[in-house]
C-alpha cells in the first residue's frame, strides 16, 4: 500500500498540471448559469400566464390530455403522456408542487437532465487519455521503466480518476446549487419529493409511492449519477489503453455515448438494446418514475447491465495493460 501512494500522487497531480479539471470547472461555471436563466425566464412567463403552480399544473394535465386525441402523435409519445398525466395529477392531490423555484429543485432537474450525455462528456475529459495521452507523450516509457509493478500504475490511474469523478460530480452539483440559489433562493431542502412510481406499460402503480425529503433525493440522485459516470470512466479507460491515440480514444466513447443516446429516444421497439451501456446510463429516471427506454428496464437491471459492463472494462484494462507491449 505505500507502494502505492506516491504512485496515486503523482497521477493526481499530472491530471492537475494538465488543468483538465479546471476546464470541468469553467464548463460548469458557464453553463449552470445559462440554464438557470433560461429557467428563471420559464418561471416568470408561467407566473405571468397562471395564477399559482396549481393552476399552471392543471394545464399542463389538460394540454396532455388534449394530445392524446391526436391521430397524428405516436403511440410511444401518447404512452408517456398517458404516465405523465398520472404522476402529475398525484402531486395535484397531494398538494405538492414537483417544479418549486428553488435552488434545490433546479439541482435536481439539472443533474436528472445531465446524466446521459453532458457529466458523461465531463468525465471523458477526465479519463480518456489516461493511457494514450502517456503514449502520445512518451513518458509511459518512463514510467514502465521504474522498478514498479503495472497493475499498480494502471490501479493508481483507477483511483486517481475515481477521485476526479468524484470530485465533479460534487462540483456540479454544488456549483448548481450556488449559481440558481441566486436566482431562485436557497430554500427547498426540505420539500417533499415523491418517489416509488411503477411503471406498468402505459399505467402507473402509486401503491408503493412515498415522500422523501429533496435533499435526500438529491443524495440519492447524486450517487445513481456517480454510478453511471463511473461505469463511463472504466469504458474509456479500456478504450484509452486498447487505442494508442487520444484523439481515437476520445471520438470513440463520444460516438458510444451520443448513440446511446439517440437509441433511447427511438430505438424502443428494439429490446436487444437494453443491453447496451449507453442506454442504461438514465438510472435516475426510475427514482423519479420516468418511463424506462425500453419496456421491461427496472433500476436493478440497469445497476446489473451497467456493472457488468464496468467489471468487463476493468478487467480488460488490466489483462491488457499488464501484458501488451507498450515500449514499441
Known amino acids: 500500500?505505500?507502494?502505492?501512494?506516491?504512485?496515486?500522487?503523482?497521477?493526481?497531480?499530472?491530471?492537475?498540471?494538465?488543468?483538465?479539471?479546471?476546464?470541468?470547472?469553467?464548463?460548469?461555471?458557464?453553463?449552470?448559469?445559462?440554464?438557470?436563466?433560461?429557467?428563471?425566464?420559464?418561471?416568470?412567463?408561467?407566473?405571468?400566464?397562471?395564477?399559482?403552480w396549481r393552476t399552471q399544473l392543471q394545464q399542463q394535465i389538460t394540454d396532455y390530455e388534449n394530445a392524446l386525441t391526436s391521430d397524428r402523435l405516436p403511440e410511444e409519445w401518447k404512452k408517456y403522456r398517458r404516465i405523465m398525466i398520472q404522476q402529475l395529477s398525484y402531486y395535484l392531490e397531494h398538494d405538492v408542487n414537483p417544479s418549486s423555484p428553488d435552488a434545490m429543485t433546479f439541482t435536481r432537474g439539472f443533474m436528472s437532465n445531465s446524466v446521459t450525455l453532458f457529466i458523461p462528456l465531463l468525465v471523458l475529459a477526465i479519463a480518456s487519455d489516461?493511457?494514450?495521452?502517456?503514449?502520445?507523450?512518451?513518458?509511459?516509457?518512463?514510467?514502465?521503466?521504474?522498478?514498479?509493478?503495472?497493475?499498480?500504475?494502471?490501479?493508481?490511474?483507477?483511483?486517481?480518476?475515481?477521485?476526479?469523478i468524484s470530485l465533479t460530480i460534487v462540483s456540479t452539483a454544488g456549483l448548481c446549487y450556488?449559481?440558481?440559489?441566486?436566482?431562485?433562493?436557497?430554500?427547498?431542502?426540505?420539500?417533499?419529493?415523491?418517489?416509488?412510481?411503477?411503471?406498468?406499460?402505459?399505467?402507473?402503480?402509486?401503491?408503493?409511492?412515498?415522500?422523501?425529503?429533496?435533499?435526500?433525493?438529491?443524495?440519492?440522485?447524486?450517487?445513481?449519477?456517480?454510478?453511471?459516470?463511473?461505469?463511463?470512466?472504466?469504458?474509456?479507460?479500456?478504450?484509452?489503453?486498447?487505442?494508442?491515440?487520444?484523439?481515437?480514444?476520445?471520438?470513440?466513447?463520444?460516438?458510444s455515448i451520443i448513440a446511446g443516446t439517440i437509441l433511447s429516444n427511438m430505438a424502443s421497439s428494439w429490446h436487444s438494446a437494453k443491453y447496451l451501456f449507453a442506454v442504461n446510463l438514465q438510472l435516475t429516471g426510475y427514482l423519479d418514475g420516468s418511463?424506462?427506454?425500453?419496456?421491461?428496464?427496472?433500476?436493478?437491471?440497469?445497476?446489473?447491465?451497467?456493472?457488468?459492463?464496468?467489471?468487463?472494462?476493468?478487467?480488460?484494462?488490466?489483462?491488457v495493460f499488464t501484458k501488451q507491449d507498450i515500449l514499441n
Open 130 to 164: 489516461l493511457i494514450s495521452g502517456e503514449r502520445s507523450s512518451g513518458t509511459i516509457k518512463m514510467l514502465l521503466t521504474r522498478p514498479v509493478r503495472r497493475w499498480k500504475i494502471l490501479f493508481s490511474k483507477l483511483v486517481t480518476m475515481t477521485l476526479y
Open 178 to 255: 450556488l449559481f440558481s440559489g441566486l436566482f431562485f433562493g436557497y430554500g427547498g431542502a426540505g420539500l417533499p419529493v415523491f418517489t416509488g412510481f411503477i411503471i406498468n406499460g402505459a399505467e402507473v402503480d402509486s401503491s408503493f409511492v412515498h415522500p422523501v425529503p429533496q435533499w435526500l433525493y438529491l443524495l440519492l440522485q447524486s450517487g445513481l449519477v456517480w454510478f453511471s459516470a463511473m461505469v463511463v470512466g472504466l469504458l474509456a479507460l479500456m478504450v484509452s489503453v486498447l487505442l494508442r491515440s487520444t484523439a481515437a480514444s476520445i471520438v470513440t466513447m463520444m460516438a
Open 291 to 319: 418511463p424506462p427506454p425500453i419496456e421491461g428496464m427496472s433500476l436493478l437491471f440497469s445497476l446489473a447491465v451497467l456493472g457488468i459492463w464496468g467489471l468487463i472494462a476493468m478487467i480488460v484494462s488490466f489483462v
Open 1 to 52: 500500500m505505500s507502494s502505492l501512494l506516491p504512485l496515486i500522487q503523482n497521477e493526481t497531480i499530472k491530471i492537475w498540471k494538465k488543468k483538465r479539471f479546471l476546464v470541468v470547472l469553467l464548463i460548469l461555471s458557464v453553463i449552470i448559469p445559462i440554464f438557470t436563466y433560461a429557467q428563471l425566464t420559464i418561471a416568470n412567463n408561467n407566473a405571468d400566464k397562471f395564477s399559482d
